[in-house]
């Protein structure tokens, strides 16, 4: 293949399109394997990295602005990373291995000897209520946050389309600010299929115990349009309400726009392999972007979580600096608070079919639920008490069986295990 | 690297060793002025087994970290900045060993980052005197399919 020259002088140059955590996880890798080369991050927002799960605690005041910014430019400076803010990837040169960037207004070319897309994903909008800056965004980014908080001031009302994570996680943050939050989803449970009927009822039951929070299930948006200085929207059912703003958390695209006509083969995500290179020879992707393994089936999945980001860059850093390593992946999982109810999922839940059994530990503080599949755990769910949730983890991804994984004496430590163990028929149920 | 090591048939649950973690670690006073150690030895029908943070080399706990509270200190150890704990336990859900200590009314979690200044030998290995504990190298510990797995693993 032939080498371009590039920017760098000393050594090889390693640019990271993108600056949340696969990016600094992957630049902090490349710089440890890599002392003489050059990195650049390429940062579409105007802020350095920070933590993107925690921007609904900043909308909530749970957390400072510094608190949220925990990537300042020492970070970069300490690690010798070229930091470009405001600048975006608008097109790759495969050939002559670069990528197009528009930064303030002006276009730059920055050349790399590998690349890394971690561009991650960017919520999804629907004809139903299209991206709207007035008054409909999606709560995804420090912007989105910081225009969200300005928006919410007591007595405002807010309708949030879609009870997954960051929906909810919405909701509880506005409501902390005093906003009035409607939140619609169209499934019957919230939080996607990491619950179960039960599950949802109780952590909507929880969440609806304050008055400002409405949530309502089996609903969906079909229609929105401006009135005044707010929005009204209208349900499935024909039913109308006025808002004065709108957050849309149905869902999240992978961020693959400038990769478009590059060569890099995408289905909606970006094909990695398991060594996290795409289909171009040099050019990687890791994080929200691209798909990752099922650990437990080996099945290629979208499963766009932190700490797939985390470890899939770290791979793939080290795979650019000449390693050859694969990521196993990880397994769909989730775990979050609401007003002291914890909630940890691991797994698909919802799962059913013939050959599934599920054992379940009930009381009026905790719910907890185990499914089967040969005898075999593959997803757990934990309401209230989520202690201990990492050891049923082990075994779900160490495909232990259940009958083995209960006499192991820190799986004692679940209250589902626990109530098995002392009596398996009055816990077990088909 | 070192990390600890217990041996359930040398224990007698006396606790002395969470004893002198709850006395000397500052860090789990701070936060609940009770007697709140790290490590907790717990008692079940298969005899005793212990709750304590063993400084993974591979760490999922700090790749899960949303509030990036969980670090990997200078010295190799994992560490937590407690003031950047947000408290949604990600690091509960990844932890194989069930190490975190999930205080939910200070919606936080806590764990063992050898606060007490002895990395040589930690308060509570130190208090142990039934044999049952120790703090010795990791590597040692792993059996051969761990071992194979983490060759060439980048660290965090």
């Known amino acids: ?22 990016a600094v996880s992957a630049a902090e890798t490349l710089r440890k394997m890599n002392p003489q080369d050059s990195i650049v991050i390429i940062g579409e927002e105007d802020v350095p990295s920070y933590s993107r799960c925690l921007i609904t605690y900043f909308l909530g005041d749970m957390i400072t602005r510094k608190h949220l910014l925990s990537h300042d430019a020492q970070w970069y400076a300490e690690r010798n990373v070229e930091l470009m803010l405001s600048s975006r990837a608008e097109g790759l040169d495969v050939k002559n291995r670069q990528v197009m960037v528009r930064q303030n207004g002006k276009n730059k070319t920055v050349s ?19 991206y709207d800056p007035d008054g409909i965004i999606g709560m995804r980014n420090y912007a989105d946050s910081v225009r969200l908080k300005s928006w919410a001031k007591k007595g405002k009302k807010a309708v949030i389309i879609g009870a997954g994570f960051v929906g909810l996680k919405s909701a509880y943050g506005l409501v902390k600010q ?11 449970t919230v939080l996607g299929r990491m619950t179960d009927l039960e599950a949802s009822a109780r952590v909507k039951a929880r969440l609806t115990r ?69 289909s171009v020879d040099g050019i990687y992707a890791a994080g929200d972007v691209c798909r990752s393994r099922h650990i437990v089936t080996g099945e290629w999945i979208y499963n766009a979580i932190w700490p797939v980001a985390a470890a899939g860059a770290r791979i793939a850093a080290a795979n650019m600096s000449g390693e050859k390593l694969t990521y196993e992946g990880n397994i769909p999982m989730n775990s979050v608070d609401f007003y002291e109810l914890w909630i940890t999922a691991i797994g698909n839940v919802q799962d059913e079919g013939p050959d599934v059994e599920e054992i379940t530990f009930k009381t009026p503080a905790i719910y907890q639920k185990v499914k089967l599949r040969g005898g075999v755990p593959f997803a757990f769910m934990s309401i209230g008490n989520v202690d201990g949730a990492g050891i049923i983890r082990g075994a779900i991804v160490g495909k232990t069986p259940w009958e083995e994984f209960v006499r192991r004496p820190n799986a004692k430590v679940l209250p589902v295990v626990n109530s098995y163990a002392a009596d398996p028929a009055a816990t077990a149920c088909a | 690297m070192k990390a600890f090591r217990f041996i359930a048939e040398n ?19 701070k936060q609940s002025g009770a007697y709140v150690p790290h490590i907790r030895v717990m008692q079940s029908p298969e005899g005793p087994f212990m ?61 063992c980052t050898l606060m007490c200044g002895k990395e040589e030998k930690p308060t509570c290995v130190f208090a142990c005197d039934r044999g049952a504990l120790f703090f010795d190298d990791l590597r040692a510990q792993n059996n051969e399919k761990r071992r194979a797995k983490l060759r060439g693993y980048p660290k965090k």
Do not use: W
């Not at chain 1, 080498?3 to 640019?15: C, E, L, M, W, Y």
């Not at chain 1, 790399?112 to 629907?126: E, K, M, N, Q, R």
């Not at chain 2, 224990?11 to 006073?29: F, I, P, T, Y």
């Open chain 1, 1 to 22: 293949m032939k080498k371009i020259k590039t920017a760098s002088t000393t050594g090889r140059q390693h640019v990271i399109v993108g600056n949340c955590i696969a």
């Open chain 1, 178 to 188: 005093g906003v009035q939050v409607k939140v619609v989803e169209l499934l019957p």
């Open chain 2, 11 to 29: 224990c007698d649950l006396c606790r002395k060793c969470e004893e002198a973690c709850a006395q000397v670690c500052g860090s789990s006073k």
């Open chain 2, 51 to 111: 709750r304590l943070c063993k400084h993974c080399e591979d760490a999922p706990c700090v790749d899960a970290c949303i509030g990036e509270s969980l670090q990997r200190g200078p010295n190799g150890l994992i560490i937590q900045d407690e003031d950047r704990c947000i408290g949604c336990f990600m690091c509960n859900m990844v932890c194989p060993h069930g190490a975190m200590k999930t205080i939910m009314s200070q919606e936080k979690a806590f764990k």
């Open chain 1, 210 to 278: 304050h008055e400002l929070l409405e949530i309502e299930l089996n609903n969906s948006v079909i229609a929105t349009r401006k009135r005044g200085d707010g929005y009204v929207v209208t349900y499935q059912d024909g039913t109308e309400e006025a808002c004065d703003f709108i957050v849309a958390s149905v869902g999240v695209r992978a961020c693959t726009d400038f990769l478009k006509d590059s060569g890099v083969d995408i289905d909606r995500i970006v094909l990695v392999d398991d060594r996290q290179q795409t």
């Open chain 1, 112 to 130: 790399y000897d590998t690349l890394l897309v971690a561009t991650g994903s960017t919520p999804i909008f629907l004809p139903a209520f299209p």
